[in-house]
């Protein structure tokens, strides 16, 4: 009895062991990560704007404009997460999650979408507190995606 009691102990230490990561500071500074490797962004939920007569090929001129300002906010550092969603039966059109902590500063990014400004998509914005983490999504995304958009 004792011998399996100090072979599931040195199993458990070991597991422990293995399991330990070791806090980068430099990292957690470089993501603007607080004490609990968190930070406080803005979550932005696109829908299905009030704009219903425009052309398809205005449509198409805005969706340009959406992608490449989705591009540039991405490229400064303001663009945290971007995506569409799947059909649904929410008028829900995609997400944004930007990079900074107000609500009237994401606001002021969000004007900048030319399908915003068209009122092709409606923006509602709040505050998200999430892993500092989510900062490495578009650096890692480069690396596994063979297809540039």
Not at 36 to 58: D, Q, R, W
Not at 71 to 82: H, T, W
């Amino acid at each position: 009895m004792k011998k399996l009691a100090f072979l599931l102990l040195l199993s458990v230490s070991a597991f422990a062991q293995e399991n330990q990561t070791t806090y980068d500071e430099k990292l957690a500074k470089e993501v603007g990560a607080d004490q609990y490797g968190m930070k406080t962004y803005v979550f932005c939920i696109l829908k299905t704007g009030s704009n219903t007569t425009a052309t398809k090929e205005e449509r198409n001129k805005y969706f340009e404009g959406h992608m490449e300002n989705i591009n540039r906010l991405a490229k400064e550092g303001k663009l945290v997460v971007a995506g569409p969603f799947m059909k649904n039966d929410r008028n829900y059109r995609g997400i944004f999650i930007f990079n900074c902590s107000t609500v009237e500063e994401a606001q002021k990014l969000v004007a900048t979408d030319p399908a915003v400004a068209a009122k092709i998509f409606e923006a509602e914005l709040t505050p998200w507190y999430c892993s500092a983490a989510l900062m490495k999504v578009s650096e890692i995304h480069d690396k596994i995606s063979k297809t540039k958009i």
